[in-house]
T-cell receptor, first 111, second 115 residues
Framework: QKEVEQDPGPLSVPEGAIVSLNCTYS??????FMWYRQYSRKGPELLMY????GNKEDGRFTAQVDKSSKYISLFIRDSQPSDSATYLCAMSRGSARQLTFGSGTQLTVLP | GAGVSQSPSNKVTEKGKDVELRCDPISGHTALYWYRQRLGQGLEFLIY????????KSGLPSDRFSAERTGESVSTLTIQRTQQEDSAVYLC?????????????FGEGSRLTVL
Protein backbone atom coordinates (compact mmCIF):
# COMPACT_ATOMS: atom_id res chain seq x y z
CA GLN A 1 0.00 0.00 0.00
CA LYS A 2 1.30 3.45 -0.91
CA GLU A 3 1.85 5.96 1.88
CA VAL A 4 -0.18 8.54 -0.05
CA GLU A 5 -3.19 7.69 -2.20
CA GLN A 6 -4.69 10.06 -4.74
CA ASP A 7 -7.41 9.47 -7.30
CA PRO A 8 -5.70 9.94 -10.68
CA GLY A 9 -8.87 11.08 -12.44
CA PRO A 10 -9.04 12.39 -15.07
CA LEU A 11 -11.54 14.94 -13.81
CA SER A 12 -13.40 17.17 -16.25
CA VAL A 13 -15.61 20.06 -15.09
CA PRO A 14 -17.31 23.06 -16.72
CA GLU A 15 -15.92 26.53 -16.17
CA GLY A 16 -17.18 28.06 -12.93
CA ALA A 17 -17.62 24.72 -11.14
CA ILE A 18 -16.30 23.97 -7.66
CA VAL A 19 -13.58 21.33 -7.81
CA SER A 20 -12.70 19.00 -4.94
CA LEU A 21 -9.40 17.11 -4.98
CA ASN A 22 -8.45 14.67 -2.24
CA CYS A 23 -5.66 12.54 -0.84
CA THR A 24 -5.51 10.00 1.94
CA TYR A 25 -2.38 8.90 3.74
CA SER A 26 -1.31 6.20 6.14
CA UNK A 27 1.69 7.66 7.98
CA UNK A 28 0.55 9.58 11.08
CA UNK A 29 3.99 11.20 11.32
CA UNK A 30 3.23 13.53 8.40
CA UNK A 31 2.93 17.10 9.66
CA UNK A 32 3.35 19.30 6.60
CA PHE A 33 0.86 19.10 3.73
CA MET A 34 1.17 20.69 0.35
CA TRP A 35 -0.56 20.92 -3.00
CA TYR A 36 1.52 21.34 -6.12
CA ARG A 37 0.20 22.19 -9.57
CA GLN A 38 1.91 20.79 -12.64
CA TYR A 39 1.17 22.00 -16.15
CA SER A 40 1.94 19.70 -19.05
CA ARG A 41 5.68 19.24 -19.61
CA LYS A 42 6.52 21.63 -16.77
CA GLY A 43 7.85 21.13 -13.27
CA PRO A 44 5.46 21.20 -10.31
CA GLU A 45 4.90 24.54 -8.55
CA LEU A 46 3.77 24.99 -4.96
CA LEU A 47 0.15 26.07 -4.73
CA MET A 48 -0.79 25.67 -1.07
CA TYR A 49 1.01 24.75 2.14
CA UNK A 50 -0.57 23.76 5.46
CA UNK A 51 0.96 22.73 8.75
CA UNK A 52 -1.03 20.17 10.80
CA UNK A 53 -4.83 20.17 10.82
CA GLY A 54 -7.07 23.01 9.72
CA ASN A 55 -8.07 25.13 6.75
CA LYS A 56 -6.13 27.61 4.67
CA GLU A 57 -7.59 29.88 2.03
CA ASP A 58 -5.81 31.72 -0.77
CA GLY A 59 -8.04 33.40 -3.31
CA ARG A 60 -10.10 30.74 -5.08
CA PHE A 61 -8.16 27.91 -3.41
CA THR A 62 -8.85 26.32 -0.02
CA ALA A 63 -6.76 23.55 1.51
CA GLN A 64 -8.12 21.38 4.31
CA VAL A 65 -6.27 18.89 6.50
CA ASP A 66 -7.99 16.40 8.79
CA LYS A 67 -5.23 14.52 10.60
CA SER A 68 -7.68 12.40 12.59
CA SER A 69 -8.98 10.94 9.33
CA LYS A 70 -5.63 11.18 7.51
CA TYR A 71 -7.37 13.05 4.72
CA ILE A 72 -6.49 16.25 2.90
CA SER A 73 -8.47 18.23 0.33
CA LEU A 74 -8.03 21.06 -2.11
CA PHE A 75 -11.07 23.05 -3.22
CA ILE A 76 -11.05 25.31 -6.25
CA ARG A 77 -13.91 27.79 -6.52
CA ASP A 78 -15.03 29.39 -9.79
CA SER A 79 -12.73 27.11 -11.74
CA GLN A 80 -11.12 28.53 -14.89
CA PRO A 81 -9.70 26.85 -18.01
CA SER A 82 -6.27 28.04 -16.81
CA ASP A 83 -6.69 25.73 -13.80
CA SER A 84 -6.40 22.75 -16.16
CA ALA A 85 -3.34 20.87 -14.88
CA THR A 86 -2.30 17.92 -12.76
CA TYR A 87 -2.62 18.52 -9.02
CA LEU A 88 -0.23 16.65 -6.75
CA CYS A 89 -0.61 16.37 -3.01
CA ALA A 90 2.61 16.09 -1.02
CA MET A 91 3.51 15.71 2.61
CA SER A 92 6.52 15.46 4.87
CA ARG A 93 7.41 14.44 8.39
CA GLY A 94 8.92 17.81 9.17
CA SER A 95 12.41 16.88 10.13
CA ALA A 96 12.79 14.78 7.01
CA ARG A 97 13.55 16.85 3.97
CA GLN A 98 12.00 14.60 1.40
CA LEU A 99 8.40 14.99 0.33
CA THR A 100 6.12 12.04 -0.35
CA PHE A 101 3.88 12.76 -3.33
CA GLY A 102 0.54 11.40 -4.43
CA SER A 103 0.24 10.19 -8.01
CA GLY A 104 -1.60 13.35 -9.09
CA THR A 105 -5.11 14.14 -10.34
CA GLN A 106 -5.45 15.42 -13.89
CA LEU A 107 -8.03 18.23 -14.05
CA THR A 108 -9.57 19.75 -17.18
CA VAL A 109 -11.81 22.81 -16.92
CA LEU A 110 -13.91 23.18 -20.03
CA PRO A 111 -14.76 26.71 -21.28
CA GLY B 1 19.52 32.35 -12.40
CA ALA B 2 15.82 33.06 -12.36
CA GLY B 3 14.82 29.46 -11.85
CA VAL B 4 16.09 25.90 -11.65
CA SER B 5 17.71 24.95 -14.93
CA GLN B 6 18.03 21.35 -16.14
CA SER B 7 19.80 19.88 -19.14
CA PRO B 8 19.31 18.16 -21.44
CA SER B 9 15.57 18.71 -21.67
CA ASN B 10 15.27 15.51 -23.71
CA LYS B 11 17.60 12.55 -23.99
CA VAL B 12 17.14 9.41 -26.04
CA THR B 13 19.67 6.67 -25.42
CA GLU B 14 20.19 3.01 -26.11
CA LYS B 15 19.93 0.38 -23.42
CA GLY B 16 23.28 -0.13 -21.71
CA LYS B 17 24.62 3.38 -22.29
CA ASP B 18 25.48 5.82 -19.50
CA VAL B 19 23.70 9.18 -19.20
CA GLU B 20 24.40 12.34 -17.22
CA LEU B 21 21.69 14.80 -16.26
CA ARG B 22 22.57 18.25 -15.00
CA CYS B 23 20.81 20.59 -12.59
CA ASP B 24 21.62 24.22 -11.90
CA PRO B 25 19.66 25.36 -8.83
CA ILE B 26 18.48 28.83 -7.91
CA SER B 27 21.38 30.90 -6.62
CA GLY B 28 21.60 30.78 -2.82
CA HIS B 29 19.52 27.63 -2.47
CA THR B 30 21.56 25.25 -0.37
CA ALA B 31 19.19 22.29 -0.58
CA LEU B 32 18.87 20.34 -3.82
CA TYR B 33 16.66 17.35 -4.62
CA TRP B 34 16.30 14.84 -7.43
CA TYR B 35 12.96 13.20 -8.14
CA ARG B 36 11.84 10.77 -10.82
CA GLN B 37 8.40 10.90 -12.44
CA ARG B 38 7.25 7.96 -14.52
CA LEU B 39 4.45 8.47 -17.00
CA GLY B 40 1.15 9.08 -15.22
CA GLN B 41 2.68 8.71 -11.80
CA GLY B 42 3.68 10.91 -8.91
CA LEU B 43 7.15 12.02 -8.00
CA GLU B 44 9.54 9.46 -6.57
CA PHE B 45 12.28 10.82 -4.28
CA LEU B 46 15.83 9.91 -5.30
CA ILE B 47 18.35 11.97 -3.32
CA TYR B 48 18.71 15.14 -1.25
CA UNK B 49 21.77 17.38 -0.97
CA UNK B 50 22.46 19.93 1.73
CA UNK B 51 25.41 21.88 0.43
CA UNK B 52 27.72 19.36 -1.20
CA UNK B 53 26.85 16.44 1.04
CA UNK B 54 23.99 13.98 0.58
CA UNK B 55 22.46 13.15 3.97
CA UNK B 56 19.62 11.23 2.32
CA LYS B 57 20.19 9.08 -0.72
CA SER B 58 17.66 6.47 0.28
CA GLY B 59 15.63 6.81 -2.91
CA LEU B 60 18.34 5.84 -5.38
CA PRO B 61 16.88 2.67 -6.94
CA SER B 62 20.13 0.81 -7.57
CA ASP B 63 23.88 1.17 -7.62
CA ARG B 64 23.60 2.18 -11.28
CA PHE B 65 22.38 5.57 -10.03
CA SER B 66 24.72 8.14 -8.50
CA ALA B 67 24.71 11.88 -7.97
CA GLU B 68 27.14 14.53 -6.94
CA ARG B 69 27.07 18.22 -6.22
CA THR B 70 29.99 20.62 -6.36
CA GLY B 71 30.47 24.18 -5.20
CA GLU B 72 27.10 24.10 -3.45
CA SER B 73 25.67 24.67 -6.89
CA VAL B 74 25.45 22.38 -9.92
CA SER B 75 24.46 18.76 -9.45
CA THR B 76 24.83 15.83 -11.82
CA LEU B 77 22.73 12.67 -11.75
CA THR B 78 24.44 9.77 -13.52
CA ILE B 79 22.72 6.59 -14.62
CA GLN B 80 25.03 3.80 -15.72
CA ARG B 81 24.08 0.93 -18.01
CA THR B 82 20.63 2.36 -18.60
CA GLN B 83 17.62 0.05 -18.69
CA GLN B 84 14.21 0.61 -20.29
CA GLU B 85 12.61 0.98 -16.85
CA ASP B 86 14.81 4.05 -16.32
CA SER B 87 12.68 5.93 -18.88
CA ALA B 88 11.07 8.81 -17.00
CA VAL B 89 11.25 12.54 -16.38
CA TYR B 90 14.00 13.39 -13.90
CA LEU B 91 13.11 16.51 -11.94
CA CYS B 92 15.49 18.61 -9.92
CA UNK B 93 14.34 21.01 -7.21
CA UNK B 94 16.01 23.43 -4.85
CA UNK B 95 14.96 25.24 -1.71
CA UNK B 96 16.10 28.23 0.29
CA UNK B 97 17.31 27.78 3.87
CA UNK B 98 14.71 29.00 6.32
CA UNK B 99 11.81 28.48 3.94
CA UNK B 100 8.84 26.31 4.87
CA UNK B 101 9.64 22.64 4.67
CA UNK B 102 7.59 21.88 1.59
CA UNK B 103 8.48 24.80 -0.64
CA UNK B 104 10.54 23.31 -3.41
CA UNK B 105 11.26 25.07 -6.69
CA PHE B 106 11.34 22.61 -9.57
CA GLY B 107 13.01 22.71 -12.93
CA GLU B 108 11.20 21.57 -16.06
CA GLY B 109 12.87 18.18 -15.97
CA SER B 110 15.02 16.01 -18.20
CA ARG B 111 12.93 13.54 -20.18
CA LEU B 112 14.90 10.31 -20.59
CA THR B 113 13.89 7.64 -23.08
CA VAL B 114 15.82 4.36 -23.11
CA LEU B 115 15.30 2.33 -26.27
Amino acid sequence: QKEVEQDPGPLSVPEGAIVSLNCTYSNSAFQYFMWYRQYSRKGPELLMYTYSSGNKEDGRFTAQVDKSSKYISLFIRDSQPSDSATYLCAMSRGSARQLTFGSGTQLTVLP
Amino acid sequence: GAGVSQSPSNKVTEKGKDVELRCDPISGHTALYWYRQRLGQGLEFLIYFQGNSAPDKSGLPSDRFSAERTGESVSTLTIQRTQQEDSAVYLCASSHPGRTTGELFFGEGSRLTVL
